[in-house]
């Protein structure tokens, strides 16, 4: 009897996946945990791995059909057998009624255009504004009367913006910008010819972007958040990194301060084991993995890889973990395991300058870092001036979980690993 393989639920909100890409052909053998297909879901195209192995019988599915959530999408079997089950149903497309919407959109504009081109031929204000060759006269829009006091007093009609049809000059916007000084014979207190400003652009949100929305949405709604931020002093950390990438020059290996992050991060919460929680129902569920998310920014969004029992691991491992996960995403492609099942999430902006901010908690983890930069700053040592490498760092909790007191030991006992590094490197 065939075995039936169906689409994989990704994600906790994930409803749908597209399948893209056949891997095995229908008579091609396939073994248990091998490449099957290639699925798009509304953060990163996977790849899903065969429950069964066998001969691929039947592609329940064609490339490029959404299919819902436990739908089945093929059927595995022994050599020589038959399968005579129906194809499975496609899930419902809102995308098949927008060309018609876009169609009705274009041709009312089409209707617009023509009335005003109607509209303007048939006004004798604007064709006595014309030369008989087309063209405008000094290559502006202006009425004779403002042509003339324009004349008189030196100012350039060109300098002006008309506040009459189709931004015809009248002999207000004249008089009004003498009044303004525009008629000065300095150049660079002339007005400026800016033109018509760019047409808006209609940008459709891609299926990642439309994800995170929901999420954030769903998690700003439902997840009360509260905010602790702590000041640290990076100097050990940013030595320790430095001699860290020295030792490993010609290894085509770097640590970078949020691998040091990740793991201090991570030890830390073996300390406060209830920021590593979810809530369910009336219960808070204290997490034994410590695995850390790490945001990764992509085109049109972000996504989230997992490094996995992160406490556990040395940060040279860590590093090329998340260094390999994050060229996956980048590259489209990643596995489920790249991508779920983190406990604690980190969202680093330092890369581009940022002070500090705060980020929204990825449900249903009860905590997210925000990290900022690494700056040069004026700090007091022994009591003299002098200059400090300092990075911000707010902390994100639900309320439902936890309260501030915690968050700010957290805090306080992240400052152990931070500023003494050494500790995350024996």
């Given at each position: 009897?065939a ?11 994930m409803?749908?996946g ?7 052909k229908e008579?091609?053998?396939v ?21 069964y ?23 595995v ?6 399968y ?15 060309p ?25 204000k ?8 087309g063209?405008?006269?000094a290559g502006?829009?202006?009425?004779p ?6 004349q ?5 009609l ?22 303004r000084?525009?008629?000065?014979a ?7 010819e ?18 995170i ?10 997840v ?5 931020t ?18 490993l ?5 770097k ?20 920021l ?9 569920v ?43 995403v ?10 779920e099942?983190?406990?604690f ?11 500090s ?9 009860a ?13 007091v040592?022994?009591?003299q ?15 439902r ?26």
């Amino acid at each position: 009897m065939a075995d039936i393989v169906t689409m994989p639920k990704l994600g906790f909100d994930m409803a749908e996946g597209t399948l893209i890409r056949w891997a095995k052909k229908e008579g091609e053998k396939v073994e248990k945990g091998e490449l099957l297909a290639e699925i798009e879901t509304d953060k990163a195209t996977v790849e899903v791995e065969s429950q069964y192995s066998g001969v691929v019988l039947k592609h329940l599915v064609s490339e490029g059909t959404p299919v819902p959530v436990n739908n089945p999408i093929a059927a595995v079997g022994a050599e020589g057998e038959t399968y005579e089950g129906a194809a499975a149903p496609a899930a419902k497309s809102e995308a098949k009624s927008e060309p018609a919407a876009e169609k009705k959109s274009t041709n009312q504009e089409q209707s617009i255009n023509r009335l005003a081109d109607k509209q303007i031929e048939s006004s004798g204000k604007l064709s006595a504004d014309t030369a008989a060759d087309g063209n405008l006269p000094a290559g502006v829009r202006a009425s004779p009367l403002a042509r003339k006091i324009a004349q008189e007093r030196g100012i350039s009609l060109k300098s002006l913006r008309g506040s009459g049809p189709l931004g015809r000059i009248t002999k207000r916007d004249v008089e009004s910008a003498k009044a303004r000084g525009s008629g000065l014979a300095l150049p660079g207190l002339q007005l400026a010819e800016l033109g018509p400003a760019p047409a808006d652009q209609r940008v459709p949100l891609s299926r990642l972007r439309a994800a995170i929305g929901r999420r954030m949405v769903q998690s700003r709604q439902e997840v009360p958040h509260f905010y602790v931020t702590h000041e640290y002093d990076v100097d050990r950390l940013l030595e320790a990194r430095a001699q860290a990438n020295a030792a490993l020059e010609g290894t085509g290996e770097k640590l970078s301060v949020n691998d040091f992050i990740i793991k201090a991060a991570a030890l830390t919460l073996r300390q406060y084991p209830n920021l590593n929680a979810k809530l369910d129902g009336d219960a808070i569920v204290q997490l034994g993995q410590v695995n850390i998310g790490v945001a990764v920014a992509v085109e049109g969004g972000l996504l989230v890889v997992v490094c996995r029992d992160a406490d556990r691991k040395p940060l040279r491992q860590i590093s090329q973990e998340v260094r390999e996960m994050a060229g996956r995403v980048r590259d489209g492609k990643v596995s489920p395991e790249d991508i779920e099942g983190s406990t604690f999430s980190i969202s680093n902006l330092g890369m581009y300058d940022v002070h500090s901010f705060t980020a929204i908690i990825n449900p249903p983890e009860a905590a997210i870092l925000a990290i900022g930069a690494a700056q040069e700053v004026p700090v007091v040592k022994n009591g003299q001036l002098a200059v400090g490498n300092r990075m911000r760092v707010t902390i994100s909790i639900d309320h439902r979980v936890s309260d501030g007191a915690e968050g700010a030991q957290y805090l306080q006992a992240l400052a152990a690993y931070i500023e003494n590094p050494i500790a995350l490197l024996m």
